[in-house]
């Protein structure tokens, strides 16, 4: 689950309400006194989600807020002010993925500009949750991708979540100009410091895998122990952020499958692509999906996944993430739910069973 802000939106405004009051055993405000214990704040994680968020917010009675972002490059958001009170609330989202099974968060020294790790950090406080879960951090994004800078970055980010260690620290971009020897002396220096547990790399080619981790053989030091580069049963047609690599190509599934290097691959879904009705050759609202995922052979995976989907009687989103879930070599996929909803149609994916036939099938190999 990647951690960008706390987001309370709901798909279905009745069920939310007895969500809230049934499950989690709250009291409608109305039945309180109004102050201190007005609980529920619905949160716009930006401004497209005001509208739907102030209705939400209206039917539950609740407060609203909002997420104020500037985006100073494409694909890219800075976290300006959060507008509204939202000190002291319990993240619904975080606790339903929590209650679902879920046990891992992934975010990274960028997102929201250090905002992420503090609302997470500060989550897993509050929850006394700590020994429960697994952090999965990252750090040292271009252009700051250098050892001195990750040193720097990975004290910061363990302030920010008010934490002494991660479980995972994912170095978030490579730089060639660096030997990659010198990238596994610093983050085995951490290691035995006891701030990081096993590290990796997000983005880094096979090749520079290889190389940091042929260098830490031979030094008797820790190497990678997992990646995390782009898979989904969508091809990656254009990078969705620059310096982005994919692990879904022949070649590097056969160099996962060789190693059994494990894979945590972000846009696991393909950013919605899989979602009925978000994706037509024909539909052009979305101007990023039609950039990175809008290719022909998608289109024919896309009417594989609904045509197994239909067979299943499952979601076509669920067989795309069955099947980097089903590969040759340990995946660990990362979601990034918005919504209430977005969590629910993404868990039953845990349960699909796909043959290795099945697998190559969706990917156009038979």
């Not at 996944?305 to 879930?325: D, F, Q, T, W």
């Amino acid at each position: 689950m990647r951690i960008y802000l706390t987001s309370v939106l709901v798909d279905d405004q009745d069920k939310a309400l007895r969500f809230y009051t049934d499950v989690l055993g709250f009291v409608k405000k109305t039945d309180v006194p109004v102050g201190e214990y007005r609980w529920l704040t619905v949160v716009s994680p930006d401004a497209g989600g005001v509208e739907r968020a102030r209705a939400y917010a209206k039917r539950l009675e609740a407060t609203l807020a909002i997420v104020d972002k500037r985006r100073p490059n494409p694909n890219m958001a800075e976290v300006m002010n959060v507008i509204g009170d939202v000190q002291g609330k319990k993240a619904v989202l975080f606790d339903d993925f929590i209650e679902r099974g879920g046990n891992c968060f992934d975010t990274a020294y960028i997102y929201g500009s250090g905002t992420a790790e503090k609302v997470l950090g500060q989550y897993i406080k509050n929850r006394g949750i700590r020994k429960e879960i697994v952090i999965l951090d990252k750090g040292a994004h271009t252009p700051f991708c250098t050892p001195e800078h990750l040193t720097k970055q990975l004290h910061e980010s363990l302030q920010r979540l008010q934490v002494d260690f991660v479980d995972i620290y994912m170095m978030h971009r490579d730089n060639p100009a660096v030997p990659a020897g010198e990238f596994i002396d610093v983050l085995n220096e951490h290691r035995k410091a006891g701030r990081i547990r096993v590290f990796g790399g997000s983005n880094w080619s096979k090749e520079r895998v290889d190389e940091a981790n042929a260098y830490a053989k031979k030094k008797g030091l820790a190497g990678m122990s997992a990646v995390s580069n782009n898979f989904s049963l969508a091809r990656m047609v254009d990078p969705v952020w620059g310096g982005c690599i994919a692990s879904s190509s022949p070649d590097y599934i056969a160099w996962h499958t060789k190693l059994q290097m494990p894979l945590m691959p972000w846009s696991s879904q393909a950013r919605g692509f899989f979602v009925e009705g978000k994706a037509h050759p024909q539909k052009k609202d979305d101007p990023e999906l039609v950039r990175c995922w809008y290719a022909e052979d998608n289109f024919r995976r896309l009417e594989r996944a609904k045509e197994l989907a239909r067979k299943r009687n499952v979601l076509p989103i669920n067989i795309a993430l069955g099947y980097v879930l089903c590969q040759s070599f340990p995946t660990f996929p990362l979601i990034g739910p918005r919504t209430l909803g977005e969590t629910r149609t993404s868990v039953p994916a845990l349960d699909v069973e796909l043959s290795p036939e099945e697998v190559k099938w969706l990917n156009l190999e038979t």
